[in-house]
């Protein structure tokens, strides 16, 4: 107790004595104290900011201007048997507590993060960066700050420093000698005396044909010749006619495409290699022989039939008035085709051969005779995509095939070549001999327009262009003046009559009440014409000197919403048939509008189409897309 009575009233004196000894013991490094020798005295704050429980003191080594950061020393100064001698002869100052402005201290932090210098706080030292506590990438971006700021500084107030210019450039002709190349020894016109006329051109010669003025840069046009002026005069306007032959190109094109995606849905995708049709063509004859004993060729009717088409056609027309009856049954199947049928016709006037087209894009023709000689006679490939309608010329000589692959070609029947091929880059959706001409047929196409083929040049001779949706049907008429008029259908619900070779239509007949009708077909007595309503119903129309509906004749019972079934005429007028969507075929009586029979004629799909024997009383034909072609009697 005495010894710590002892202890305590010598405190403060001890307490000076300290603070004349601490100047004298700076340390570099941070030592922890030996817990062997005892520091009982209380703790002297120095600073008011405390860190892990200890005092913070800042010193200013005026040696080394580096901030210690040490302990305070406490209770009566023992030396450390550890601590280094040598360490502790550096001398130090003790700055007091110094106030700081926090405002200035955070400006000044932000200007050195930014500029990498601030100012002391006591506003006389200026503080640079250094690379303690940095790393290497920090250090880069440094480096490059300043070198853009140095860049920046010379483009607008120039370099200050000449003696660093010349040693830049003396650096650059040291890298220029390096990369140089050798040059040719002739530099003047006189080296010509030495190296003779062979002599390479010179650095003058080159930069006086680089930098020579053309005839037209000395004295204008006018130094041209007239034949230069005239070639000059005719490049400029063939550039502008081609310029404008391309621009309306490229409208047109543009508005097709518009077309084709609103028709989108309805017509087969374009692939690579649809703009060209197929080739080769191919035909096959499946006959016994291309001709008889008598050296006939296999497309001649047989010799009943000849004596027939040597009448005159008043005799014709009377014969074609015999009676005809409902057919009962079906007497056989032609099986050939790939997939589906979408139309048959029979040769004309005679029958004897009926042409088939296939959606797997091929077409047949068959032979309509006795047992046994009911069989395929020859198939026509020439097309990439399916057959959507044929028909024949007026003689059976030839025939056009109109598919989805968006061409047209023209068939010789009994060869079986191709004698021309059509297209206008849309989808040909009907087509349609000239009854006055087998040289001209029309085209019913997916972008609203009929246009007229000459069949001998391959060139559109015409363009009927009035209706709003793709043209369905075509259908040839002769009024009472005997004038051959021509009658459309199209999915716009309208019905359009048309002078022959005039792009303008003459009848306009549509009704609130009419649908589309996908097919017409003229009624023997050419007087009527019927056409297929989607609204599940056949309507009738009138031809004369008016051309209007016939709203009291229609008939009715079948279900055809969603297809083109084209319906036909018995020869003699009485009875009207026609397919459905599920596959049956109904008779009609014409004058009462009566259903005489139906019956259930293909699987898997509907009837698509069915024809009338132009000679036998009761004996028809029907197609499916089952792709069977039935004969009915």
Not at 106 to 126: L, N, S, V, Y
Not at 208 to 221: C, F, H, P, R, V
Request: aromatic share 8%; proline share 5%.
């Amino acid at each position: 107790m005495d010894l710590l009575d002892r202890y305590n009233s010598n405190s403060d004196n001890d307490s000076e004595k300290d603070d004349d000894d601490i100047t004298a013991a700076v340390s570099q490094k941070v030592q922890r104290p030996d817990r062997r020798f005892l520091q009982a005295a209380p703790t002297i704050s120095i600073m008011a900011k405390r860190k892990h429980c200890h005092e913070l003191i800042v010193r200013s080594d005026p040696n080394n201007q580096q901030l210690l950061i040490t302990e305070p020393i406490q209770g009566p100064r023992l030396d450390d048997p550890r601590a280094n001698k040598n360490q502790l002869a550096m001398i130090g100052r003790i700055e007091r507590n110094t106030p700081v402005d926090p405002i200035s201290f955070a400006k000044e932090r932000k200007k050195f993060q930014r500029t990498g210098k601030a100012m002391c706080p006591d506003e006389k030292k200026i503080v640079v960066r250094t690379t303690l506590g940095y790393n290497s990438n920090r250090l880069r971006q440094f480096e490059k700050h300043e070198r853009e700021c140095q860049k920046r500084h010379r483009e607008l107030y120039g370099s200050d420093d000449d003696d660093n210019d010349d040693d830049d450039d003396e650096c650059k002709k040291k890298s220029m000698k390096k990369k140089k190349t050798k040059e040719p020894l002739v530099y003047g016109s006189d080296d010509e005396a030495v190296y003779g006329v062979w002599a390479p051109p010179s650095k003058e010669e080159r930069w006086n044909a680089d930098n020579m003025l053309t005839d037209i840069q000395k004295s204008g046009l006018e130094s041209l010749a007239p034949e230069q002026l005239a070639e000059r005069e005719y490049i400029k306007e063939r550039d502008r006619l081609l310029g404008a032959k391309k621009e309306e190109e490229e409208e047109i094109s543009g508005f097709e495409r518009l077309m084709e995606r609103k028709m989108a849905h309805l017509l087969p995708p374009k692939v690579d290699g649809d703009d060209q049709p197929m080739e080769p063509t191919k035909t096959t004859f499946h006959g016994e022989s291309e001709t008889d004993y008598k050296g006939r060729s296999w497309l001649a009717p047989p010799s009943g039939m000849s004596s027939i088409l040597s009448l005159s056609l008043s005799v014709q027309e009377k014969m074609d008035d015999h009676k005809c009856y409902v057919p009962k049954k079906c007497i056989h199947r032609y099986t050939g085709h790939n997939k589906g049928v979408q139309r048959i016709r029979l040769f004309p006037k005679t029958g004897h051969l009926l042409l088939s087209a296939g959606l797997d894009g091929k077409c047949k023709v068959w032979s309509v005779g006795g047992v046994g000689q009911r069989n395929v006679m020859r198939t026509y490939e020439g097309h990439k995509a399916a057959v959507r309608d044929v028909q024949f010329n007026h003689d059976g000589t030839r025939f056009v095939s109109a598919s989805f692959d968006r061409f047209l070609r023209l068939w010789d029947t009994e060869s079986g070549k191709v004698l021309q091929t059509f297209g206008n880059k849309k989808v040909p959706y009907c087509v349609e001999f000239y009854p006055k001409d087998d040289n001209y047929f029309v085209v019913g196409c997916s972008n609203h327009k009929i246009v007229t083929y000459d069949a001998t040049t391959g060139d559109i001779t015409q363009e009927y262009n009035h209706h709003l949706a793709p043209v369905n049907n075509i259908i040839f008429v002769e009024d009472d003046s005997g004038m051959t008029k021509m009658v459309s259908s199209s999915d716009d619900k309208k019905i359009l009559v048309w002078e022959w070779d005039i792009g303008v239509p003459i009848k306009y007949i549509s009704d609130p009440t009419m649908h589309s009708m996908p097919s017409l077909v003229m009624h023997p007595s050419q007087k009527y014409f019927v056409g297929q309503s989607l609204d599940n119903s056949i309507v009738c129309f009138q031809v004369g000197q008016k051309f209007k509906m016939s709203k009291k004749k229609k008939f009715s019972g079948h279900q055809v919403a969603g297809y083109a079934c084209e319906p036909a005429f018995s020869p003699d007028g009485r009875f009207l048939m026609s397919g459905d969507g599920s596959g049956r075929i109904f008779f009609w009586d014409w004058r009462m509008q009566k259903s005489l029979q139906k019956y259930k004629a293909h699987d898997s799909g509907p009837a698509i189409a069915c024809v009338w024997h132009p000679l036998e009383p009761s004996l028809a034909f029907t197609c499916g897309w089952d792709g069977v072609i039935k004969m009915w009697q």
